[in-house]
């Protein structure tokens, strides 16, 4: 109502224009850009890719463009329906959009095996979910909640875990410089502001020199929007949930400035007991077409957030004794009446970058962007005498009595607080830059070369976050300032920092003629790491600052798709590369004096092969891959007499292969039908057997070392995944829709480094389960405002199953510690556009 107050212009118009806008598949593009040429007006296309373009030019030429398809013109006199206007795929129409335009994989051109992800399905599908689990539905993808906190769902690639799988956002990789992980905590919002997202398993699509042995997903945010006006989103769900947003767009102005802005908040008690959150999120595009040849786009986002999280988990026993069932969460209890988590996550991270587009001629090109990332925050949880964290509200599923240990507290005065709660703080700063020149040599060969380079700096210390009641802790972590007495917010046990670097180039060949398109790339990296201890040495000790330790890493992989017909097409794609091993690898022990320098790279190699089908109403893509990871990174820490050694144990390899089948049918113009099958086989490959450590005079140190694991299964991802979806419209702008996911082959997490007795058995194998989640969306009009109502039910049966999984030392479920997947829950959103 307060939009449809504030909307009072009217349109006055002598031409009319309609059409709709669709894929190679003839399925929908919502948010295509209709832009009248030669001027600065323009409007998008709504969910099902109908635009209405009303504008007072009686002729002229309209441009038809969208995310990686090639644009097209059409010329008016008078009103005119273009009825459906179909775009092909093209690397070229990313250009201005992406500061890594070909990290976008184009279907029928670049040999990889990709699946792309559009704005609306993110934001038919994904109400209240986590927001990897939007892919969940793709093959190879396997996406949980993991405890259950907001922001707390991981994403598994084809068995890899985030550390080997590369995420990037409009081209900026967001992988933890100091470990390679992905906290999808930290972009808890970006749902909000996603136009497309890509997942390119495998070898992908990426110039940057990211050594992603599971795949690549590729993020695209909004950027400014061709259309003037906004919209505005509200939100509701169980267990409280709360959402509400809105997006203002100034268009494309006389002058050559455009702006988008937009911010939301979400809120909610959390579906799992003390989990209750509340984020924020916003994001800024200020855009500026200096001239023909040289635009420049400034855009900035984060995700503030707080949320109680379940690190622990418990028996399957336990949850079915729990008074709030599969709900149950250890990690709460009750304060003064309130609930507080004793383990929680509060963090924001913000990107911000700078990025030029630059046409030198006709043949190149040059793309450089200048981007800056500030994280605060950390995760919380207990300290000091953790047995009274263990007195409950009564019986033992019960919240901690955190009220019991703050009268202790008091009742020790003088003495200080017994127990209390922590934060393990990550702050970090993190600057880069990422420069792409491509060029065209003929008519056929195109040159692209790049330069990555990055610096980070990660800030690792505890911090007291609550006395709970007592006058202060007593610390002698400092060896500075021993004898410490601590309040809120001092640091204690640990403070240091990670300085890592890297500098990376790449270059890349690409041919295309008729039917057939090729490339073959060149990347090279260098990674260094350094230590800083303010705890452990003394401010004047030269020990308190290591050296830089560098290690090189590089990549070559090549590739080529051939399109049979318009309908048929093949492709394969070969590679290997060197990763370079993680800062933890070369500070084992968290100090500056017994240092892995010697720590090995890992080497993987990957091959791939293809089949691509278009037809009028059915497409599909089938994938056979095969990766070989050797000499995972193992590395272990030996005495003797008085001395410190490491070893690196070479030959612990591992396998993963596969088939993949997806594919879309469209039996008329109001049903689509999706489907996805993939079958893996991850294993371990091989025993490693009496390897025997030596120091420099060739003494042995300790015994062999063996590890018996050779045909285990990989664990943590199932191996078997298959999905069905149906949309319906069942009438104009009202969309119904089914998804089925089924997952199988789920091993419990083990650490193989563990298995050192012949004929261990397998790890616990995890019970199949499937699940629906259905949704329907209903447009309207209120006034002249387009208006969606959406409502959502993700597991509509209340199916219950465990989805992660620790092993037991039995490896059954009897003595496995388990996470369970959540019940039904729903969702209801509305979003009015102006």
């Known amino acids: 109502m307060m939009v449809m107050l504030f909307s009072t212009a009217v349109i006055f118009a002598q031409t009319k224009l309609t059409g709709k806008v669709v894929d190679e598949t003839n399925q929908p593009l919502p948010g295509a850009s209709i832009i009248l040429k030669g001027a600065t007006s323009g409007v998008s296309t709504d969910f099902d890719g109908n635009f209405i373009f009303e504008t007072s030019v009686s002729n002229g030429t309209i441009l038809v463009s969208f995310v990686g398809y090639e644009a097209k013109s059409f010329t008016f006199s008078k009103s005119v329906n273009f009825g459906t206007i179909a775009l092909k795929p093209s690397a070229e129409s990313l250009e201005e959009i992406v500061i890594t335009a070909t990290s976008f994989a184009i279907e029928r051109k670049t040999p990889v095996a990709v699946s792309t992800i559009k704005a609306d399905v993110i934001e038919n599908k994904l109400g209240s979910q986590e927001f990897p689990e939007i892919l969940k539905s793709t093959p190879g993808v396997y996406a949980t909640k993991s405890g259950g906190g907001f922001g707390d769902g991981r994403l598994n690639l084809r068995g890899f875990n985030s550390e080997n799988v590369a995420v990037m956002i409009n081209g900026v990789p967001v992988n933890d410089m100091e470990n390679g992980r992905v906290y999808w ?19 992908g699509a990426s110039k940057v020199a990211v050594p992603s042995i599971g795949g690549t997903i590729n993020i695209l945010s909004k950027t400014t929007d061709a259309e003037k006006g906004g919209s505005i989103i509200t939100g509701v769900g169980n267990d409280g949930y709360q959402k509400y947003g809105a997006t203002v767009s100034t268009g494309l102005l006389d002058n050559g400035f455009a702006v988008t802005v937009s911010a939301s908040k979400t809120k909610g008690d959390g579906y799992v007991d003390g989990t209750q ?68 996550n509060f963090y924001h991270k913000s990107q911000s970058s700078l990025n030029h587009y630059w046409t030198i001629s006709d043949k190149s090109d040059l793309s450089t962007s200048l981007y800056a990332s500030w994280g605060t925050g950390g995760g919380g949880g207990i300290a000091g005498d953790y047995g009274l964290f263990n007195v409950r509200l009564g019986g033992s599923d019960q919240p901690i009595d955190l009220d019991n240990i703050v009268d202790i507290n008091r009742a020790n005065g003088a003495l200080g607080s017994v127990s209390w709660l922590r934060a393990s703080r990550n702050d970090h700063t993190w600057f880069g830059m990422l420069s792409t020149f491509k060029t065209e040599l003929n008519e056929n060969l195109d040159f692209i070369a790049g330069l990555d380079l990055r610096t980070y700096t990660g800030k690792h210390f505890t911090e ?14 400092d060896i500075n300032n021993p004898n410490r007495t601590l309040k809120v917010g001092d640091k204690y046990s640990y403070n240091n920092d990670g300085n890592v670097g890297w500098q990376g180039l790449f270059t890349q060949l690409e041919y295309s003629k008729d039917n057939l398109s090729a490339f073959i790339s060149v990347a090279a990296s260098n990674t260094s790491y350094q230590r800083v201890d303010y705890f452990l040495y003394l401010d004047s000790d030269p020990l308190k600052e290591t050296d830089t330790y560098n290690f090189t890493g590089y990549s070559v992989k090549g590739g080529a798709n051939y399109n049979l017909t318009e309908q048929h097409n093949v492709f394969a794609n070969i590679g290997y590369f060197e990763k370079a091993p993680g ?51 193992f590395t272990r820490t030996l005495y003797n007499n008085g001395q410190t050694y490491f070893a690196n144990l070479l030959g612990v390899n591992a396998l993963h292969q596969g088939v993949e089948l997806d594919f879309t049918y469209r039996p008329s113009e109001k049903l689509t039908l999706t489907g996805m099958l993939s079958l893996g086989n991850w294993e371990w490959d091989n025993n490693v057997e009496n390897v025997q450590v030596y120091d420099e005079d060739q003494n042995p140190i300790g015994n062999p070392y063996n590890l018996y694991i050779e045909g285990l299964k990989v664990s943590d991802a199932a191996q078997t995944t298959a999905a069905l979806g149906l949309d319906y419209e069942l009438m104009p702008k009202t969309h119904f829709t089914v998804d089925y996911n089924y997952f199988a082959d789920l091993y419990a997490d083990y650490n193989p480094d563990s298995r050192t007795t012949p004929g261990t058995p397998q790890p616990w194998k995890v019970p199949a389960y499937g699940t629906f989640d259905a949704s329907v969306r209903y447009g309207f009009k209120i006034g002249d405002l387009d208006t969606t109502l959406t409502a959502r039910m993700n597991n509509v049966f209340d199916t219950e199953y465990v989805a992660d999984a620790l092993d037991g030392i039995n490896n059954n479920a009897q003595t496995a510690l388990v996470w369970y997947g959540f019940g039904r829950t729903f969702n209801i959103s509305a979003k009015i556009k102006f």
């Open 185 to 203: 905590s930290n972009w808890a919002g970006l749902a909000d502001v996603t136009s497309a997202m890509q997942v390119q398993r495998g070898l």
């Open 277 to 344: 959150f509340e984020g924020y999120n916003y994001f800024i595009n200020v855009s500026k077409q200096l001239n023909a040849n040289h635009k420049l786009s400034f855009t900035s986002f984060g995700a503030p957030q707080r949320h109680g999280q379940r690190q622990n988990r418990s028996t399957i026993e336990t949850y079915r004794n729990a008074e709030s069932g599969n709900k149950f969460s250890p990690d709460w209890g009750i304060k003064n009446g309130q609930i507080v988590s004793t383990e929680d």
């Open 464 to 477: 007291v976050t609550d006395l709970l009641g007592g006058a202060y802790v007593s610390d002698n972590s």
């Open 583 to 633: 800062f933890q690898a070369v500070f084992p022990n968290n100090d500056n004096v017994r240092i892995n320098d010697k720590a090995e790279n890992q080497k993987i190699f990957s091959a791939e092969l293809g089949y691509g089908f278009r037809g009028e109403k059915f497409a599909a893509n089938l994938n056979l891959y095969r990766t070989q990871w050797n000499d995972r990174t």
